[in-house]
């Protein structure tokens, strides 16, 4: 998937790392439905608080913007999150009897801390493409995941999580993210954004949420 121009070349400078992310044992689990339950459960609590501090830092990003189409953007993001996301996540541990109030009282894991406060770190430290570089990773890595997914993964218990990524509205919402990096890309770094000297920087952040990303994986199946 590209999902734009930038991404593709963030992604290919993430190297190693992004394989490790989105061909993890625990996606390759979900595919063909050998991921133990339990793991997957843990994920899911942990993702669920997870995707608070996702919402918070595109929260942040609304007031990192520079115009209000980034801002409708990036607010359009955190409803999504908000009120679409999470009612996945809240739904699956419901039928294993896992209750809101428990989610939400669960402690989050190491990696989970390291991830969300590296995240809002690059928000509040640097700018506007500081904290979409920190950002990209989960948003088109999972939409990547789902597509792939969609056309690979034949019967498994989870479906559900596949067909939430893979459907039309996710990949729209790739698409339209990717549209929003690669408009603030130019309107920051010119035409020739590779040439910058903030684009090591850049690609960096995004190799280190990259590398977080795999390493949530991992917890869910410790």
């Not at 793991?39 to 899911?44: C, G, K, P, T, V």
């Not at 209750?99 to 801390?113: C, F, R, Y």
């Not at 130019?186 to 090591?200: F, N």
Request: charged residues 25%.
């Amino acid at each position: 998937m590209s999902y734009g121009e930038t991404f593709p070349l963030w992604r290919a400078g993430a190297g190693k790392a992004w394989r490790a992310y989105t061909r993890h044992a625990f996606v390759e689990g979900l595919r063909d439905g050998s991921l133990p339950r339990a793991a997957y459960l843990r994920y899911m609590v942990q993702d669920y608080l997870f995707l608070v501090h996702f919402s918070r830092a595109w929260a942040l990003a609304v007031t990192k913007a520079d115009t209000l189409d980034e801002m409708r953007a990036c607010a359009a993001t955190v409803d999504a999150l908000l009120n679409e996301e999470m009612r996945l996540h809240l739904r699956s541990c419901a039928e294993a009897g896992i209750t809101e109030g428990e989610i939400t009282t669960a402690e989050e894991e190491l990696q989970n801390l390291a991830y969300t406060r590296y995240v809002l770190d690059a928000g509040h430290s640097g700018d506007f493409l500081d904290l979409l570089a920190a950002l990209a990773p989960c948003v088109l890595g999972y939409g990547e995941i789902g597509a792939r997914l969609g056309e690979e993964a034949g019967e498994t218990p989870y479906r559900d999580w596949i067909e939430t990524y893979a459907s039309a509205e996710y990949q729209r919402t790739c698409h339209e993210v990717g549209a929003l990096i690669d408009g603030a890309v130019a309107r920051r770094l010119g035409d020739a954004p590779e040439s910058s000297p903030r684009w090591p920087r850049l690609c960096a952040r995004f190799a280190t949420a990259t590398r977080l990303e795999a390493e949530f994986w991992s917890m869910g199946m410790s």
